[in-house]
């Protein structure tokens, strides 16, 4: 059976996730919905979609959509996932799947109570070099887990009207790229963390443009990650134990990983390059669905609720709420 895609919010995520899903020959994009018809017309036309609505609420009433994936602003994920959910509609929603945990528990409540699928595309969870990184640490292959090192920065422009700088968007480096080492952290380690500090620069707009975050986890584990639009950093994410270390290309969408014994005699090594890493969480989604499954295994919505959770102490840290 193949599992039918809508897409609601037409940006350039959503191209990337339309295209991922035309590489796959059980997966469909059968309709697409922005506010405002002629460039969903434009959308459907590029990435060959059956049908294009104006309105968000067409999609979510078509019975020819299995799972819609919401590739709109932060800003407005809460409020679209919640009208799908009500509605008993699938729901992969972009990462982060909200932006603070009482919204993240409401959504995630709404989901159990009307047994419908609910995933937040952290794709970096589905990636195979990912699930390798994982396999190698629960096997013991570098011992205990001690610190997990990663950053996710890039020079920006500063636009005070852009997503990431502007406030009424839920701009900011926290939720638009801290959100990654902090899921990746948490599916390494397998636990929540026990306390979150860190610092942040803030912009002229009031948002998080930069940030330093430190993670403790009850087994013993720190973690430790830098996010922000001010400067280039190593890409590198690393995580050491007693025993050795593994590290990946990246911590957002690796696609290589390698095992170390000790400090630098590599042991072990996994790669499997694709054109588009959404493909994964694309197939994921699409087998849960197949399966009548509410949550993912891989990025469990207990972990979602957890990321959201870290947002809340931080931004208090930061004085931003």
Known sequence: MNVRYGIIGLGSIANKFADAV????ELDLVAVAARDQARADEFARKNKAARAYGKYASIIADPDVDIIYIGVTHNFHYDIVKECLANHRAVLCEKPLVLT????EELADLAKKNNTLLM????????PAYLKAQEWVRSGKIGAVQLIDANFCFLGTYDP??????PKLAGGSLFDL???????STGITGENPVSVSGVAKIAPTGVDEAAAVGMTFPGGALASFSCGFTTEAMDEAIIYGTKGKIVLENCFGPMKAELFEGRDKRVGKFEEKVPNGFIYEARHCASLFREGKQQSNL???EDTI???GVFDILRKQWGLI
């Not at 945990?101 to 993240?104: L, Q, S, V």
């Not at 937040?120 to 990636?127: G, L, S, Y």
């Not at 801290?178 to 990746?184: K, L």
């Open 22 to 25: 035309n590489r796959e020959k």
């Open 101 to 104: 945990k009482k919204e993240a």
């Open 120 to 127: 937040e595309a952290m794709w970096t969870r589905c990636m």
């Open 161 to 166: 009207e852009s997503r990431w700088y502007n």
């Open 178 to 184: 801290g959100v990654y080492p902090i899921e990746f």
């Open 299 to 301: 990025i469990p919505l």
């Open 306 to 308: 957890t990321c959201a």
